[in-house]
T-cell receptor, first 110, second 115 residues
Framework: GNSVTQMEGPVTLSEEAFLTINCTYTATGYPSLFWYVQYPGEGLQLLLKATKADDKGSNKGFEATYRKETTSFHLEKGSVQVSDSAVYFCALSDNNDMRFGAGTRLTVKP | GAGVSQSPRYKVAKRGQDVALRCDPISGHVSLFWYQQALGQGPEFLTYFQNEAQLDKSGLPSDRFFAERPEGSVSTLKIQRTQQEDSAVYLC?????????????FGDGTRLSIL
């Protein structure tokens, strides 16, 4: 079946550091890929998405590229801020069957 | 508000009691999803509605779990004879109809604690 595996956390970075959170997927079809973010005490919010191979999703300085050859959708940001501290979830949706990774907790220190 | 609304935000129940969790999706959203999120884990799919039709309930863990959406808008997730392993955050999400694999919009969840 379809599944998502993402980098285990927690991840702790200093402000302005470069961020990478790895995500790989297994799917039988042609899924759409998503990154969701969950800030403390809040629900999941869509951060970015990509619907087909080689698409790049981007939002708030975060980027991820849909790589079919490596079945990956790694999240990157060039310079993190304290306000980026949250839990990040990689997800795929295949015919409305959505699967999430376990989440990666990011803490950014000033 | 414009987002997905869930109530109650927190629910504490004794083992064996029945509970009902409510979800108000974004107005006009045809698809509605329920997820269970255990501590430190990602959301796990429970069930999916398109309008009032429950198209997939393969994720419901037992026959104690029941979901309905009788008028194609508000949905209720009911858990009968609750057990301690039912303690989790229950998330509701909605999305527009049309293309499949639309982004889902999540509520803040209901944190259920079974004593």
């Amino acid at each position: 079946g379809n599944s998502v595996t993402q980098m285990e956390g927690p991840v702790t970075l200093s402000e302005e550091a470069f961020l990478t959170i790895n995500c790989t997927y297994t799917a039988t079809g042609y899924p759409s890929l998503f990154w969701y973010v969950q800030y403390p005490g809040e629900g999941l919010q869509l951060l970015l998405k990509a619907t087909k191979a080689d698409d790049k999703g981007s939002n708030k300085g975060f980027e991820a590229t849909y790589r079919k050859e490596t079945t990956s959708f790694h999240l990157e940001k060039g310079s993190v801020q304290v306000s980026d501290s949250a839990v990040y979830f990689c997800a795929l949706s295949d015919n409305n069957d959505m699967r999430f990774g376990a989440g990666t907790r990011l803490t950014v220190k000033p | 508000g414009a987002g997905v609304s869930q109530s109650p935000r927190y629910k504490v129940a004794k083992r064996g009691q029945d509970v009902a969790l409510r979800c108000d999706p974004i107005s006009g959203h045809v698809s509605l999803f329920w997820y269970q999120q255990a501590l430190g884990q990602g959301p796990e799919f429970l069930t999916y509605f398109q309008n009032e039709a429950q198209l997939d309930k393969s994720g419901l863990p037992s026959d104690r779990f029941f979901a309905e959406r009788p008028e194609g808008s508000v949905s209720t997730l009911k858990i009968q004879r609750t057990q301690q392993e039912d303690s989790a955050v229950y998330l509701c999400a909605s999305s527009l109809m049309g293309e499949v694999n639309q982004p889902q919009h999540f509520g803040d969840g209901t944190r259920l604690s079974i004593l």
